[in-house]
């Protein structure tokens, strides 16, 4: 009992230290988790100012090019009212002043414009252009005026182009010929715009081929649209927009990127890949441990079963082999007893526990060599340990048996023998002498089970299963084996179970040995 208990308390020491490795590896590996998610969110909320920043100066340069548009749009109105006071007809008497309005016209030295009459015809162009060398070498041949009538036409094309785009004015000089002012963005406002699609197109990239960022998605508050994201279409596509953006929602909270003018975008992302593989990194490293922990135990297990059952069949066949000499002793007194006056009944008393020692070390020297399995009546082996017990245990033990019909199973009559002496021996000493001790053979669904039942103060429900370890022992003298071998003949030797069917304090104890039918 001591030594099960030892070993029991070390166990469960050990689990306990095991399970604290474990919760703080988990702690460890946590905290470590949270600052790497803590990293990238400040990572991200870096990204996302970024971003507001970018954002604005193209919100700035778009206002920048309305007001741009708006000075040129002033210039081009002040170049045509220029115009027409040069148009203006004059009195006879009186010298027209142009120097003014001939100055406006000749600053124009950026905004391009083309002169076009009511009938499309060209008048003149400022400010355009025009490579005459481009049309030399797509028609060598021409003539300088076929060249010209090549240009003529691709300013009536920009022209119109400009029109349709409503940047023109219109003069009436005379009546009957009205003037039309084509004009379009200057040189450097065209610059400008190049420089701020060049930036918001290194956004765009940079968010799409930025690999260390984490998944984002930016969106319109109001509209749900997407403004930019580094998810592919089929990674959106298959999960659905809606979907999508409900996940990173409770994955990660969103951050929230107001530009302080009635427009604002929300930010959703997720965690990196890396981040969440680190997230089951503990659990993988603690399968892998505990597999191999287990395998370590099965293989050590296996090595120390293996090594118990040769030491228990070196001490059973060493057992049986210094009882042989004794044994035979006890055979020549019997016979010289027998021719000498004593009593016939002393003489077969003492040759009925002669020829129980012969079982005895028959049993001993049958550990650890094949059994041998015979069919016979199980209900006779019984039944021949009971009267051999009968006799041996207090009178104030009442023994009852009872069979079924006849059970032909194939057993080792000795082996089992043993195994029912010692359960009905145990028995006998929970009831301190005094009781009942019921022993019945019965079938159940493919077993022949042999119940025995004893009204000794009964076994502890956690002491079910224990009992049949080695070591354990109620008994102060107790060396803890008797039901180990009694598990080890029914389950290894026979194929069968042997187990506590029931057991109430102080009223009823029941084991119950069943063996397979065939």
């Known amino acids: 009992m001591n030594l099960y208990s030892s070993k029991q308390k070390w166990k469960i020491a050990l689990l306990i230290l095991a399970l604290a490795l474990v919760a703080v590896s988990f702690f460890v590996s946590n905290a470590i988790v949270v600052k790497i998610g803590e990293r990238e969110r400040a990572r991200v909320e870096q990204w996302a100012d970024a971003i507001q920043q970018k954002l604005e100066l193209v919100r700035l340069t778009n206002r920048t090019f309305t007001q741009l548009r708006d000075k040129e749009r002033r210039e081009m109105q002040l170049w045509v ?11 006879l008497d009186q010298i027209p002043d142009f120097s003014f309005p001939l100055k406006i016209i000749d600053e124009n030295k950026d905004i391009p414009v083309i002169l076009m009459d009511n009938e499309d015809n060209i008048s003149g162009s400022r400010n355009i252009d025009f490579d005459t060398s481009v049309f030399l070498r797509k028609s060598p041949k021409a003539k300088t005026k076929e060249i010209q009538i090549i240009i003529d036409d691709s300013l009536r094309k920009l022209a119109k182009n400009w029109v349709k785009n409503e940047q023109f004015f219109k003069v009436e000089v005379f009546e009957g010929l009205t003037m039309t002012y084509a004009f379009s963005d200057s040189k450097g406002l065209v610059r400008l715009e190049k420089e701020r699609d060049s930036l918001i197109q290194a956004f765009n990239r940079e968010l799409i081929e930025n690999e260390e960022l984490v998944p984002v998605i930016l969106v319109e508050e109001f509209s749900n649209k997407i403004i930019g994201t580094n998810l592919s279409e089929q990674e959106i596509s298959k999960m659905g927009k809606v979907e999508l953006i409900n996940q990173l929602k409770q994955q990660n909270d969103p951050i929230l990127i107001d530009f302080k003018s009635g427009s604002r975008n929300i930010l959703y992302f997720d965690d990196s890949p890396e981040l969440k593989q680190l997230q089951y990194y503990p659990y993988f490293v603690f399968f892998i441990v505990g597999l191999f922990v287990l395998i370590g135990y099965l293989v050590f297990s296996t090595f120390r079963r293996a090594e118990q059952n040769q030491v228990w069949a070196g001490m059973a066949k060493e057992t049986a082999h210094q009882l042989g000499t004794p044994l035979s002793s006890l055979m020549a007194w019997i016979q010289l007893l027998e021719s000498q006056d004593v009593d016939p009944n002393i003489i077969a008393e003492m040759q009925k526990d002669l020829d129980r020692l012969e079982k005895v070390t028959d049993r001993f020297s049958k550990i650890g060599s094949a059994t041998i399995l015979k069919p016979s009546d199980i209900s006779i082996t019984v039944k021949g340990v009971l009267d051999y017990l009968r006799p041996r ?19 080792n009559a000795p082996l089992i023998q043993w195994v029912v002496e010692n359960i009905a021996k145990n028995a006998v000493d929970a009831m301190e002498n005094k009781g009942i001790l019921s022993v019945k053979v019965h079938g159940l669904k493919g077993w022949i089970c042999i119940d025995i039942s004893d009204t000794g103060k009964g076994i502890l429900p956690n002491q079910f299963k224990t009992i049949f370890k080695p070591g354990f022992s ?33 009223v009823r104890t029941t084991f119950r040995i069943a063996l397979p039918k065939k």
Do not use: C
């Open 393 to 411: 245990i207090s009178q104030q033990v009442e023994i009852e048996f009872e069979s079924e019909s006849e059970f032909m199973v194939k057993h």
């Open 474 to 506: 109620t008994k102060k003298r107790g060396w803890g084996l008797g039901l180990s071998l009694v598990k080890r003949i029914v389950n290894e030797y026979h194929k069968g179970k042997v187990y506590v069917l029931q057991s109430e304090s102080n």
């Open 81 to 91: 009212d220029a115009t027409k006071e040069i148009s203006k007809e004059s009195p």
